[in-house]
């Protein structure tokens, strides 16, 4: 009874939830409003991949648009981000995430953006190298064996553009893209919109935010997670009562005579 007693106490470990800022260049907690139990600095990577410029790399742009498609399928274009060095436990539990960023401009009708993964064996795409037609500059292309395309993963929610105007704040829940990215199943998020339009080249319909190298610091984006993880069990004042009780009618049978 007693070693089951002990059993029980030394492995049924609580989860214990956290919540972390994330960012990159400037921590803009305050600016957005966000209150974290601790704030974190990481390898934060965001880029923008163009069809209509393939070989072209966006990774030092102040600001990153995403268009429509146009009717000929030919100006498709997302935007990129990367989460490195984060500190979360790939078996952590994502309770909710939440990717600030600030609007430089939207245009267009009102439409719906999806929020998709990327291949996992894409993990080691770079911010300064990355462009439509591969992830880095020694690639021959995305994991997928082509563009960008062939890298697309699971559309793990949407948003709908509502016009915003340019400097507002702008929230995105990513809980289950950054679940994924956690787990290693996914190598980054992406927001974009494949839909054809009957006209214009599709910059017509955009979106656009300011990236981590935005030239005013306070536009700069952050991530706001909350997460579980099983905390290790710490020895409890009923254990160690249990353990001294054991330990003494051990000492007091050994001293009994037989």
């Not at 989460?83 to 719906?112: C, E, R």
């Not at 462009?131 to 929610?157: E, I, Y």
């Not at 980054?188 to 656009?208: D, E, F, K, T």
Request: hydrophobic share 45%; with cysteine; glycine share 10%.
């Amino acid at each position: 009874m007693l070693a089951l007693c002990l059993g029980i106490l030394c492995f049924a470990a609580p989860s214990r939830a956290s919540t972390v800022w994330l960012y990159g260049g400037t921590n803009n907690a305050s600016v957005y409003g966000v209150t974290a139990d601790t704030a974190l600095s990481i390898g934060w990577k965001d880029t923008q991949l163009t069809q209509a410029q393939p070989s072209v790399i966006w990774g030092t742009n102040a600001t990153l648009q995403a268009n429509l498609n146009n009717a000929a399928g030919l100006t498709r274009s997302a935007i990129l981000f990367g989460f490195d060095g984060t500190g979360i436990p790939s078996t952590a539990t994502i309770l909710s995430a939440t990717l600030f960023l600030t609007v430089n401009n939207f245009a267009g009708s009102v439409d719906t953006w999806q929020i998709r993964g990327v291949a996992a064996a894409d993990a080691g795409w770079m911010e300064g190298e990355a462009s439509f037609d591969k992830p880095f500059l020694s690639a021959a292309s995305w994991s997928g064996g082509g563009v960008f395309d062939s890298s697309l993963g699971t559309v793990f929610g949407s948003f709908i553009e509502s016009n915003p105007a340019s400097g507002s704040l702008f929230s995105l829940d990513v809980t289950s893209a950054l679940q994924a990215i956690v787990n290693g199943t996914s190598a980054g998020l992406a927001l974009m919109n494949y839909s054809n339009v009957s006209a214009g080249p599709g910059s017509a319909q955009r979106i656009s935010f300011h990236s981590d190298e935005s030239a005013t610091p306070a536009y700069r984006p952050g991530l706001l997670v909350e997460f579980t993880t099983t905390a290790v069990p710490e020895p409890s004042r009923t254990l160690l009562f249990l353990g001294a009780a054991f330990m003494s009618a051990l000492r007091r049978r050994r001293g009994t005579p037989h």
